[in-house]
């Protein structure tokens, strides 16, 4: 079984970028979608993008687009995210499951311990 | 973008008392192609991940407790408990992944009575 350790916590100004990793252990991303979701404090959860490493697929959402890039490399996936203000004060959680075609993923089955990144001046 | 819509935003049960939690998407969540509806039910606990519990609506994943299921098809759908015990207290959420752009409701919280 997969398990998904995330990079630490974080600190960063307005204005600056944020690049927080997730390495799969126990297994690799190949058979797998990976995902990033946020949960601001006390708020819900909104997901950010995916990527699919067996077709190189990726999308985010509308709100993030041109500001945020999901890549990942073996066994390890990244989320970087600019233009940092403070309403990206969130926990970030990669998560991973799988998918059914090369554009939809299903469930989000593994997720990592969260990494808390903090925007403040 | 699919809206999620769950209710209530909060509730509060005696232990052993039945839970139910709504969730209503903006679209059809059902596939042609298997019959399906893509919908998954997460519970997140304090300080903690959320976990997954059913998926497709109502399939229960292994090792999930089978006071906890799933219904609803289209777009109305049902998480329920039907014992409540003192760990279930938790937040839960619904989430569709009918888009490419998977959205999640804004989560149901349930506490001890």
């Known amino acids: 079984q997969v398990q998904l350790l995330q990079s630490g916590a974080e600190v960063r100004r307005p204005g600056s970028s944020v690049k927080v990793s997730c390495t799969a252990s126990?297994?690799?991303?190949?058979?797998?979608?990976i995902s990033w979701v946020r949960q601001a404090p006390g708020q819900g959860l909104e997901w950010l993008g995916k990527?699919?490493?067996?077709?190189?697929t990726r999308n985010y959402a509308r709100i993030f687009r041109g500001e945020i890039t999901i890549a990942a490399d073996g066994s390890t996936a990244y989320m970087e995210l600019s233009s940092l203000r403070s309403g990206d004060t969130a926990m970030y959680y990669c998560?991973?499951?799988?998918?059914?075609?090369?554009?939809?993923?299903?469930?989000?089955?593994?997720w990592g311990q969260g990494t808390l990144v903090t925007v403040s001046s | 973008d699919i809206v999620m819509t769950q209710s209530p935003d909060s509730l509060a049960v005696s232990l052993g008392e039945r839970v139910t939690i709504h969730c209503k998407s903006g679209?059809?969540?059902?596939?042609?192609?298997?019959?399906?509806?893509?919908l998954a039910w997460y519970q997140q606990k304090p300080g903690q991940p959320p976990k997954v519990l059913i998926t497709?609506?109502?399939t229960r994943e292994s090792g999930v407790p089978d006071r906890f299921s799933g219904s609803g098809s289209g777009t109305d759908f049902t998480l329920t408990i039907s014992s409540l015990q003192a760990e279930d207290v938790a937040v839960y959420y619904c989430?569709?992944?009918?888009?490419?752009?998977?959205?999640f409701g804004g989560g149901t919280k349930v506490e001890i009575k």
């Open positions: 679209q059809s969540l059902l596939h042609s192609s298997n019959n399906k509806n893509a």
């Open positions: 126990g297994g690799s991303f190949s058979s797998y979608a």
């Open positions: 990527f699919i490493p067996m077709f190189g």
């Open positions: 998560a991973c499951g799988p998918y059914y075609d090369m554009y939809h993923i299903a469930d989000l089955k593994i």
């Open positions: 497709w609506a109502s």
């Open positions: 989430q569709q992944y009918y888009n490419t752009v998977v959205t």
